[in-house]
């Protein structure tokens, strides 16, 4: 599991919706999809107040408006199945933790406000599936806790992560990719929220396992996600290039091995010639010598090797020298 389509709740609610997005996702090479499991009355008070980039309706209304039944649940995560890709939502209550249990959710995704859920970590984590806890709004404190929380549990990843929409580059945080690895020694990766390319693919260059990118069908529909968030022909971008920093990652190159350059050179480096006719006896001068293509004869690199040397015949112009031109 490398790259994570983030649905969260663009959705709005239409199961078809949720279900073409499965689609689109799989589609474009996403590795898992990622969905958000609320219970309204579980997880807010009726007057919570809502983030300022949201307020055409109550949080509250809308999460009642947007939830999924049980069965719905269980019916996108086959959905999933049928398209080959994971399921994976985020529970941010005691009862989602019990819906995606039934549901058999195949990993858990803590989502940056759920990090000092405590209660919630621990659920989870007597689950012990895979974990990804999301960073985006904690400090290492806070961190030091979840993960003391989960770390009874399944595989942990920790995702670098900055819960500002959209984030500023200056915001990101790259260096914390490294300062997770060395503090906790789990698996790392990075929830994005930038517009952009950049982030993701940093990320990826600086040891993140796993890129996590809310998608959507487009950046118009409603919603507090689908204007930060990839469509379909941005997202199928983003996998081709993940996947091409991780391949590079992999494979470390040895400089000193030039056999896959053999032809380069010969058609591209210079070899040293005569910059004009030369008799037999002469002693070679600097103001004897041109350097030109192709780089199969005595390397330019060489020249003052035969500096000095006497000549054994008289050469012509452009005469590509040899060993056997000198006494």
Not at 238 to 243: D, G, N, S, T, W
Request: hydrophobic letters at 40%.
């Amino acid at each position: 599991m490398k790259i994570i389509a983030e649905i969260g709740s663009v959705h709005d609610g239409s199961f078809g919706n949720a279900c073409k997005l499965i689609e689109a996702a799989a589609a474009c090479g996403a590795d898992a999809v990622k969905f958000q499991t609320h219970i309204a009355e579980a997880e807010t008070l009726a007057n919570a107040p809502s983030p300022g980039y949201f307020q055409a309706e109550s949080r509250i209304d809308y999460f009642k408006r947007t939830g999924f039944s049980k069965d719905q649940w269980k019916n996108l995560k086959k959905h999933c199945a049928d398209h080959n890709v994971k399921f994976l939502s985020s529970p941010f209550s005691l009862e989602a933790v019990d819906w995606l249990e039934d549901v058999n959710v195949e990993a858990y995704k803590i989502p940056s406000g759920e990090v000092s859920n405590i209660p919630l970590l621990v659920k989870v984590a007597k689950t012990q599936k895979p974990v990804l806890l999301s960073s985006g709004m904690s400090n290492w404190k806070e961190l030091d806790a979840a993960v003391s929380a989960l770390k009874s549990g399944g595989p942990l990843t920790i995702l670098q992560c900055s819960s500002i929409y959209p984030c500023p580059p200056e915001k990101v945080g790259i260096n914390v990719i490294a300062e997770m690895k060395a503090r906790y020694n789990v698996a790392v990766g990075f929830s994005d929220h930038t517009l952009s390319f950049a982030a993701p693919l940093a990320a990826a260059a600086n040891g993140a396992t796993v890129i996590e990118k809310h998608f959507t069908f487009s950046k118009l529909m409603y919603g507090s996600d689908a204007k930060h968030s990839m469509e379909p022909e941005e997202f199928k971008r983003l996998c081709i290039e993940l996947h091409d920093v991780w391949k590079m990652m992999s494979a470390p190159v040895n400089k000193d091995d030039l056999s896959g350059f053999k032809d380069m050179k010969r058609i591209f480096e210079k070899s040293i010639v005569a910059s004009m006719p030369l008799k037999a006896g002469a002693q070679i001068r600097i103001d004897d010598l041109a350097f030109k293509k192709p780089g199969d004869g005595i390397n330019a690199s060489e020249y003052l090797s035969i500096v000095g040397k006497t000549l054994v015949r008289d050469l012509p112009a452009d005469h590509k020298f040899t060993k056997e031109d000198f006494k």
